[in-house]
């Protein structure tokens, strides 16, 4: 009896695991609703710090795509928290979502059309003064 109970648990684990890797990406106004009601996930932008200055999602922090593993960390969230990665186009947010799979987490969503699909959105975009 209790190998059945402890292999229901793994079933159910593995179950709701695959759940939330098969989500569709997140649509742009999606997102922009979730961030107006203050209940937005930790928003990853994954293109270059300079890429980043000319125009990123408010609230997004900056891991380039390339150093998404050495700074996994610096997300600042529970592996089981929800995550959402953009770039420009969505290559390299597909690359740093399943990095961060690989890493254990388990809720991470791409941005659908990426940073593209907010600019074409309309949505509020900030920008940064060049470093001089």
Known sequence: MRIRTVAAALAAALSAVAAFA?????????????QSAHMAPRV???RTAEEY?????????NVPYDQIAA????LDVA??????????????????QHTLEGLGY???????G????????????VREAPSR
């Open 22 to 34: 098969g989500e569709p990406p997140l649509a742009p106004q999606a997102l922009a609703g979730m």
């Open 44 to 46: 990853v932008d994954v």
């Open 53 to 61: 200055r000319d125009g990123h999602i408010p609230g997004a922090l």
């Open 71 to 74: 700074r996994a960390d610096a």
């Open 79 to 96: 592996r089981d928290a929800p995550v959402v990665v953009y770039c420009r186009t969505g290559k390299r947010a597909a690359i740093a």
């Open 106 to 112: 388990t809720h991470v969503r791409l941005l659908d």
């Open 114 to 125: 990426s940073f593209q699909a907010w600019q074409a959105a309309r949505l509020p975009v």
